[in-house]
């Protein structure tokens, strides 16, 4: 089983260029969740959403827009990257909230030069 | 508003020593969920625990044991006998009804010594 499987996994952008990460969960959750993680910081919650079609801000927004066209899809971009970015970006998805675990993808490394 | 804390930046301990995760959280909500997620140096989140806030019995998995206290809103993890491959960083989280998503602690670092 796949389960969430994160696309890239490794990428280096200068600052100002776009980019789109792709999340692809094969279970059927309704849930989607991008965290971004930073040293001593833990995982900061970006966006999330409760469905297809659907998406919603979480703590640290600013810089990011998120896509849900399709249930097993879940997009987040950067229209204009930049050093404070840099970081590992997990998306998780979960069945159900608040009673389900949530799983997370391999997570992708970015840095913002 | 919710909050995790976990107070414990890194560990160290050698090889069959216990060790105990602390992990203290805030929330409004009577009913909640407390988990514990394990990232090994591989980079990847593993799920370990699920506790409900209706269910304060303690869970023992092997080497593993979790103490759930709302007295002290607190949900400790205690590794018995640690072997080099629990080094990782251990998450805790809450899920309550204030938002849609897991509130993350900060993370303990475990170094485990051979």
């Known amino acids: 089983n796949a389960g969430v499987t994160q696309t890239p996994k490794f990428r280096v952008l200068k600052t100002g260029q776009s980019m789109t990460l792709l999340c692809a969960q094969d279970m059927n959750h309704e849930y989607m969740y991008w965290y971004r993680q930073d040293p001593g910081m833990g995982l900061r919650l970006i966006h999330y959403?409760?469905?297809?079609?659907?998406?919603a801000k979480g703590e640290v927004p600013d810089g990011y827009n998120v896509s849900r066209l399709k249930k097993q899809n879940f997009l987040l971009g950067l229209e204009s990257a930049a050093p404070s970015q840099t970081s590992v970006y997990f998306c998780?998805?979960?069945?159900?909230?608040?009673?389900?675990?949530?799983?997370f993808g391999q997570g992708t490394r970015l840095t913002v030069v | 508003a919710q909050k995790v804390t976990q107070a414990q930046t890194e560990i160290s301990v050698v090889e069959k020593e216990d060790v105990t995760l602390d992990c203290v959280y805030e929330?409004?909500?009577?009913?909640?969920?407390l988990f514990w997620y394990k990232q090994p140096p591989s980079g990847e989140l593993v799920f370990l625990i699920r506790r409900n806030s209706f269910d304060e019995q303690n869970e023992i998995s092997g080497r593993y044991s979790w103490n759930f206290q709302k007295s002290t809103s607190s949900f400790n993890f205690t590794i018995t006998a640690s072997q080099v491959v629990d080094s990782a960083v251990y998450f805790c989280a809450l899920s309550d009804t204030g938002r849609r998503a897991l509130t993350f602690g900060s993370g303990t670092r475990l170094q485990v010594q051979p």
């Open positions: 959403s409760v469905g297809e079609g659907t998406t």
């Open positions: 998780a998805s979960s069945t159900t909230y608040p009673d389900s675990e949530a799983f």
């Open positions: 929330t409004r909500d009577t009913t909640y969920y």
